[in-house]
């Protein structure tokens, strides 16, 4: 039931540009046309209908601020996502099966202790909004919901040998 045609077309643009020497901005687009090429009857899947779980845009901002501290480099990070709004099953295409567009926040810092070993602190999903990234219909009308990650910290050695 699985086995019908799609098609899927769309751009992604993605650019970097230097404010100052130290401040890097990265900025990076996607769209997306994901569009079903036959019927599936089985399904309930006619031709033309959007594909599930394809957001029809993403796009990507990022701030790089490098700097010396204690006379060794530095960075400190700021990014946004942002994802368009998709369904996440063909089955009962309505409302209840939406996924919203979301936006997540990070922020990250790095600090080169030497040529071999730096450290660095991530903090993912900043402002710790609540991100649906699949819902389903259950049996008895229940909803099955799959979240994405809350805020996260992470502290980060890595050494190079």
């Given at each position: 039931?699985?086995?019908?045609?799609?098609?899927?077309?769309?751009?992604?643009?993605?650019?970097?540009?230097?404010?100052?020497?130290?401040?890097?901005?990265?900025?990076?687009?996607?769209?997306?046309?994901?569009?079903?090429?036959?019927?599936?009857?089985?399904?309930?899947?006619?031709?033309?209908?959007?594909?599930?779980?394809?957001?029809?845009?993403?796009?990507?901002?990022?701030?790089?601020?490098?700097f010396s501290l204690w006379d060794h480099q530095a960075f400190?990070?700021?990014?946004?996502?942002?994802?368009?709004?998709?369904?996440?099953?063909?089955?009962?295409?309505?409302?209840?099966?939406?996924?919203?567009?979301?936006?997540?926040?990070?922020?990250?810092?790095?600090?080169?202790?030497?040529?071999?070993?730096?450290?660095?602190?991530?903090?993912?999903?900043?402002?710790?909004?609540?991100?649906?990234?699949?819902?389903?219909?259950?049996?008895?009308?229940?909803?099955?919901?799959?979240?994405?990650?809350?805020?996260?910290?992470?502290?980060?050695?890595?050494?190079?040998?």
């Amino acid at each position: 039931s699985n086995a019908a045609t799609a098609q899927s077309q769309g751009f992604e643009f993605e650019s970097s540009y230097y404010i100052t020497p130290d401040l890097k901005m990265t900025f990076n687009y996607g769209y997306t046309e994901a569009k079903m090429t036959a019927d599936v009857p089985r399904l309930d899947i006619e031709s033309g209908e959007e594909m599930a779980m394809v957001p029809k845009y993403n796009a990507y901002l990022a701030l790089d601020q490098g700097f010396s501290l204690w006379d060794h480099q530095a960075f400190i990070r700021a990014d946004i996502s942002a994802y368009g709004r998709y369904n996440s099953d063909f089955i009962d295409k309505r409302e209840v099966d939406e996924i919203p567009a979301y936006e997540s926040v990070n922020l990250s810092g790095r600090f080169e202790i030497n040529d071999r070993t730096q450290i660095s602190l991530h903090i993912n999903n900043l402002l710790d909004e609540e991100i649906i990234t699949y819902k389903q219909k259950g049996k008895g009308g229940n909803q099955w919901l799959r979240y994405g990650n809350d805020r996260n910290v992470t502290l980060r050695l890595d050494y190079i040998f």
